[in-house]
């Protein structure tokens, strides 16, 4: 069992990934990278973002160390690089896209 000073530290922790996920374009970008790297442009030709947004919400995942890059000559890859965001993203995922709308 933690300590409660522990537990309070993690329950920030969970509070800070959730407050960066309750924006829907981030989490659309996040649930594109839980199925692998993405280029920018990959990134908004399937998600529709227009690339002032897509770059400022990339940034602030960058800014929360949940996602990393790769540059290959002028593209950036993006990739997920939090353990915690993938399990939360894969979690959303079941819930939400891969049942059937009743």
Do not use: W
């Amino acid at each position: 069992m933690l300590a409660p000073q522990d537990m309070r530290a993690a329950a920030t922790q969970a509070c800070q990934l959730m407050k960066v996920l309750s924006n829907p374009d981030r989490l659309m970008i996040l649930c594109q990278l839980a199925q692998g790297e993405r280029s920018v442009g990959d990134l908004e030709a399937s998600l529709g973002i227009v690339q002032p947004t897509l770059s400022q919400q990339l940034t602030v995942l960058r800014e929360e160390s949940l996602v990393a890059t790769r540059r290959d000559g002028k593209r950036i890859h993006y990739r997920l690089a939090s353990p915690q965001a993938l399990a939360v993203m894969q979690t959303l995922y079941e819930q939400f896209c891969s049942q059937p709308k009743e």
